[in-house]
Nanobody, 124 residues
Framework: QVQLVESGGGLVQAGGSLRLSCAAS????????MGWFRQAPGKERELVAA????????YYTDSVKGRFTISKDNAKNTLYLQMNSLKPEDTAVYYC?????????????????WGQGTQVTVSS
């Protein structure tokens, strides 16, 4: 079992920044790929960024490239998402998730542990 707890969401003006954190506990030695998903009202959940826990290989969806940075602290078993130059279209509930195995994929059904989500709201 792996437990994931997100924090760091909130309300920010367009152009501002937020940093999300995801603390992992439980059988964390089995962590292989960690990702940040988001879901806006009326839209499908999408993978925003992901990172291979051991290799550090990263993925970003096109709309956040150059603005968001995913990182991890292995010692603290914590995943981060630094979000800069935020736009109103970034408004969503953000979830961290864990996928077993070393292959980084974008399909949410491949991720088997999820956090409770944290709301990010960007005002124009």
């Amino acid at each position: 079992q792996v437990q994931l707890v997100e924090s760091g969401g909130g309300l920010v003006q367009a152009g501002g920044s937020l940093r999300l954190s995801c603390a992992a506990s439980g059988r964390t030695l089995s962590i292989d790929v960690m990702g940040w998903f988001r879901q806006a009202p009326g839209k499908e959940r999408e993978l925003v960024a992901a990172i291979s826990w051991i290799r550090g290989i990263t993925y970003y969806t096109d709309s956040v490239k150059g603005r968001f940075t995913i990182s991890k602290d292995n010692a603290k078993n914590t995943l981060y998402l630094q979000m800069n130059s935020l736009k109103p279209e970034d408004t969503a509930v953000y979830y961290c998730a864990r996928k077993p195995g070393t292959v980084l994929v974008t399909t949410d059904t491949e991720y088997n542990y999820w956090g409770q989500g944290t709301q990010v709201t960007v005002s124009s």
